[in-house]
Nanobody, 126 residues
Framework: QVQLVESGGGLVQAGGSLRLSCTVS????????MGWFRQAPGKEREFVAA????????TYEDSVKGRFTISRDNAKSTVYLQMNSLKPEDTAVYYC???????????????????WGRGTQVTVSS
């Protein structure tokens, strides 16, 4: 059974940084594209970033481009989301997700993903 566990969330002031981690167990990590999504109170879950399983290529939602960086360490079965220049509007529960052998153009869509973590809270104060 594939399990995803996020960590690294917390409270930070605007302009600060956080690094989220998501460790995967129970599956062949290198065969999964990995994504980060977030959900703010009263809003739908939205795509943040994803990284391909084959060549490590990444894609980002427009509002986080240049501020967030997704990366992966296959040896540690872990995906990271480095978040810099955080804004209050980045406040949300952040979820990581895994998509088995997915194609890149499907990565921004939550329906692409087979497995999800429980989420970690990120709160950015103004």
């Amino acid at each position: 059974q594939v399990q995803l566990v996020e960590s690294g969330g917390g409270l930070v002031q605007a302009g600060g940084s956080l690094r989220l981690s998501c460790t995967v167990s129970g599956g062949t990590f290198s065969s999964y594209a990995m994504g980060w999504f977030r959900q703010a109170p009263g809003k739908e879950r939205e795509f943040v970033a994803a990284i391909d399983w084959s060549d490590g290529g990444s894609t980002y939602e427009d509002s986080v481009k240049g501020r967030f960086t997704i990366s992966r360490d296959n040896a540690k079965s872990t995906v990271y989301l480095q978040m810099n220049s955080l804004k209050p509007e980045d406040t949300a529960v952040y979820y990581c997700a895994a998509a088995f052998l997915s194609v890149n153009h499907r990565l921004p869509y939550s329906s692409t993903y087979d497995h999800w973590g429980r989420g970690t809270q990120v709160t950015v104060s103004s």
